[in-house]
């Protein structure tokens, strides 16, 4: 009786997760789009420059876009993700919209890129720290195991040198130690490298790169705002959740 309670609990909550999965979907609002490897862009051109903007992903707190800009003007452009933000809400909005911060602005890659260093620096100073502490540890157990010598508690000595010395694994610390620094590494180079930092574009020159923002669950549309010198370019988004 008992097992068939557990084996029906257990599908009902199968049933539960099935019915509430779902997926982001992020539509382009703009007839000006075209495709490439999967991806929907947003085509804008004027006289000074050529833009493309395309969703690439969600995850967590972030969602991601990839930003191209080519400079088609004889003047100098100048590039700032710090300035760039996504813009939601407004008399369309409904009122849990309206309520919400109105503007989104994109994440400084110079400050993460500063950020990053710091846990790295955090990171290997608490190792050393640890490792010191495990030198001098295993220097007072010798000491302890040539005193145990002359000690009429040997067992009881002992017994203590070898908790101590399961109570930290060398190798496993070091191991675990290079898996963070990796995985910091890695992140930095994505900012340094993927992200879309701050540029100074001359004629016929572009670049490109990723531009994220702290996501935002419940609205239904946004538009992403690109401000370039005295220009300010809108890529207008429905967002919508699709059931599996």
């Given at each position: 009786m008992a097992n068939r309670t557990f084996i029906s609990f257990v599908a009902l909550i199968c049933i539960l997760?099935?019915?509430?999965?779902?997926?982001?979907?992020?539509?382009?609002?703009?007839?000006?789009?075209?495709?490439?490897?999967?991806?929907?862009?947003i085509h804008h051109r004027d006289d000074q420059l050529e833009m493309m903007l395309c969703y690439e992903k969600q995850s967590l707190d972030r969602i991601v876009f990839y930003l191209e800009i080519t400079n088609t003007d004889s003047s100098i452009l100048h590039i700032d993700p710090r300035s760039f933000y996504y813009f939601f809400g407004?008399?369309?909005?409904?009122?849990?919209?309206?309520?919400?911060?109105?503007?989104?602005?994109?994440?400084?890659?110079?400050?993460e890129i500063e950020r990053i260093e710091k846990k790295i620096e955090q990171e290997n100073s608490s190792y050393a720290t640890s490792?010191?502490?495990?030198?001098?540890?295993?220097?007072?157990?010798?000491?302890?195991?040539?005193?145990?010598?002359?000690?009429s508690n040997d067992e009881k000595d002992a017994a203590d040198e070898e908790e101590a010395e399961e109570d930290y694994d060398p190798e496993q610390a070091r191991i675990e130690h290079e898996t963070i620094i990796e995985a910091l590494e890695n992140e930095k180079y994505y900012w340094q490298n993927d992200v879309l930092r701050k540029t100074t574009l001359l004629q016929n020159k572009y670049v490109g790169g990723f531009i994220e923002f702290t996501?935002?669950?419940?609205?239904?549309?946004?538009?992403?705002?690109?401000?370039?010198?005295?220009?300010l370019i809108s890529f207008n988004f429905k967002q919508l959740w699709k059931e599996l």
């Open positions: 997760l099935s019915c509430t999965s779902r997926t982001l979907v992020i539509q382009p609002i703009a007839e000006n789009t075209f495709w490439e490897q999967g991806r929907e862009y407004g008399d369309t909005a409904d009122e849990t919209e309206k309520k919400k911060p109105r503007r989104i602005y994109a994440k400084d890659p110079e400050k490792s010191t502490l495990d030198a001098i540890s295993g220097l007072l157990s010798a000491v302890g195991s040539i005193v145990s010598l002359f000690s996501f935002i669950e419940d609205i239904s549309a946004f538009s992403i705002q690109i401000p370039v010198d005295s220009s």
